[in-house]
């Protein structure tokens, strides 16, 4: 458990770190107001897709570092109760597979993650513009007497969050499997996408890739809202703290 906390937020940090600088540069190339709005979406879409492409890269070492710690085969030559590590088990993979086994999984991460950030960040876009024309979310803003009201915005967030964590995830649930597939074996048992699927629908029935697919779905709830909360906020301190020391030189 130790190990995803410590590098959730370092790896979340930079896909919204690429996602915000090329979503400026995008949005910089626009010749006005009119033609920035009208391409928003576009560049919000391919912001998230180079971001998801960019973290693949970066992420998918510590994923398969994660789930050899978390599936016991990959031990079963291990004394019973030794301790397991990070570090033990990335050399282990160094190693027996070299580099290139550190990104066994990549190609089915990369249909994971890349065109879904783009969805993913475009979904959280609109739901944010939906909740914001509701009629019970202004009620609620005028309840509070302020445009900009911490309990309303929260509510938001987590519900933006939350809806664009489900349903990026729903589109992507048989990626995962085959990524996590790839990733338990020790020896080289698949080579490409195609015979995972292939293989494993033969064994199990077409079931078998949205296995685990309820709790990728539950866990993207309180993750992914999570997840924007800190986003908005952080990125709000960060600016706020920017104002006050601009305009502390003066």
Same mark, same amino acid.
Request: proline share 3%; glycine share 8%; charged share 20%.
């Given at each position: ?64 570092? &994660? ?7 990959? *031990? ?10 990070? *570090? ?160 502390? &030189?003066?």
């Amino acid at each position: 458990m130790l190990f995803p906390l410590l590098t959730t937020g370092g790896i979340n940090s930079i896909l919204f770190g690429v996602y915000g600088n090329h979503l400026r540069q995008l949005q910089r190339t626009c010749h006005s107001d009119l033609q920035r709005k009208q391409l928003e979406d576009n560049h919000i879409f391919a912001a998230g897709s180079l971001a998801g492409f960019v973290q693949s890269f970066i992420a998918c070492p510590f994923e398969i570092v &994660k789930i050899r710690l978390q599936t016991h085969h990959y *031990y079963n030559k291990y004394l019973i109760g030794q301790r397991r590590t990070f *570090y033990g088990t990335f050399a282990k993979i160094l190693r027996n597979d070299g580099v290139i086994g550190l990104y066994r999984g990549l190609v089915p991460m990369m249909f994971r993650d890349v065109l879904p950030y783009g969805i993913y960040m475009l979904v959280y876009k609109k739901a944010i513009q939906f909740l914001e024309n509701d009629d019970f979310i202004r009620k609620c803003r005028r309840h509070y007497r302020t445009k900009d009201s911490d309990p309303v915005d929260m509510v938001v967030t987590t519900l933006a969050g939350a809806f664009a964590g489900i349903l990026s995830w729903v589109c992507v649930i048989p990626f995962d499997t085959v990524k996590t597939l790839m990733q338990a074996e020790r020896t080289v048992k698949y080579i490409s996408i195609r015979q995972c699927v292939t293989v494993n629908v033969k064994d199990y029935g077409w079931r078998c890739l949205f296995r685990g697919g309820y709790m990728l779905v539950i866990r993207a709830i309180p993750v992914n809202a999570a997840t924007f909360l800190g986003y908005e906020y952080g990125l709000s301190w960060c600016q706020d703290y920017s104002s006050d020391r601009m305009y502390s &030189k003066f």
